[in-house]
């Protein structure tokens, strides 16, 4: 069954294919999201002046950016906001120290499915009643 809200993420992701094969995880998954996908740290700082994010999810690393300088980055814009590293491996990060650092979670880009489950109780845990 196809959610009802439309989930709002913003992706920070500098590999297109990649946003693009999470996006139709989820889309197959039947929920309803919006993805802005930002590449740099300049195009983050931009796409955070909109409040209206339900969920970020980011690479580890990046061109021009690392995990814990982006994490402090979006945690001080969106302190509430479920974050979450979707990474290809996480070899110079530990996800426990990021998730201690304030990160909701670690997931590996070639585990989707753990991606759509964690949006899942994402929207469980948001939906009234």
Same mark, same amino acid.
């Given at each position: 069954? *196809?959610?009802?809200?439309?989930?709002? %993420?913003?992706? %920070?992701?500098?590999?297109?294919? =990649?946003?693009?094969?999470?996006? %139709?995880?989820?889309?197959?998954?039947?929920?309803?999201?919006?993805?802005?996908?930002?590449?740099?740290?300049?195009? @983050?700082?931009?796409?955070?002046? =909109?409040?209206? /994010?339900?969920?970020?999810?980011?690479?580890?690393? +990046?061109? =021009?950016?690392?995990? $814990?300088?982006?994490?402090?980055?979006?945690?001080?814009?969106?302190?509430?906001?479920? /974050?979450? /590293?979707?990474?290809?491996?996480?070899? &110079?990060?530990?996800?426990?120290?990021?998730?201690?650092? +304030?990160?909701? =979670? @670690?997931?590996?880009?070639? &585990?989707?499915?753990?991606?759509?489950?964690?949006?899942? $109780?994402?929207? *469980?845990?948001?939906?009234?009643?």
């Amino acid at each position: 069954m *196809a959610e009802t809200r439309t989930l709002r %993420i913003l992706h %920070i992701e500098d590999d297109p294919a =990649d946003a693009e094969l999470a996006g %139709i995880a989820l889309e197959k998954a039947g929920v309803s999201c919006l993805i802005h996908r930002v590449a740099s740290r300049k195009e @983050c700082i931009a796409a955070l002046e =909109d409040d209206g /994010f339900d969920l970020v999810l980011s690479d580890s690393h +990046g061109p =021009d950016f690392d995990a $814990r300088s982006l994490l402090r980055l979006v945690r001080a814009r969106l302190p509430e906001t479920p /974050f979450v /590293f979707l990474s290809g491996s996480f070899y &110079d990060n530990d996800p426990e120290t990021l998730k201690a650092e +304030g990160a909701t =979670d @670690c997931l590996l880009k070639d &585990d989707l499915d753990a991606l759509v489950a964690m949006v899942r $109780r994402l929207l *469980a845990k948001s939906s009234p009643g």
